[in-house]
């Protein structure tokens, strides 16, 4: 398993619901190399809304409950811009 796969599937409540759009290894948006220290295990969560830190809480609580330590991008799903 991957870490995107632990990750998606501590979300799935949130995937249902319609929030969640992708899950994506890493910091999506930043360049190669920049916020990531070697090893670091990051991703970004990808969600339906203008807002995305109204779901940050709920989003690191899942993942929280699901045992996973890893550092969470929450960003707004580039594919729904106005």
């Known amino acids: 398993m991957s870490l995107v796969d632990d990750v998606s599937r501590a979300l ?11 899950v994506h290894p890493g910091f999506f948006g930043v360049s190669e ?19 995305p830190e109204a779901y940050r809480a709920e989003v690191e609580r899942l993942v929280r409950e699901a ?4 550092t ?3 960003k ?7």
């Open 12 to 22: 799935k409540p949130l995937y249902d619901r319609g929030v969640v759009h992708m």
């Open 33 to 51: 190399g920049v916020g990531n220290s070697q090893g670091e295990r990051s991703v970004t969560v990808l969600v339906n809304g203008d807002d």
């Open 67 to 70: 045992g996973l330590n890893v």
């Open 72 to 74: 969470l991008s929450v």
């Open 76 to 82: 707004p799903n580039p594919a729904r811009a106005r």
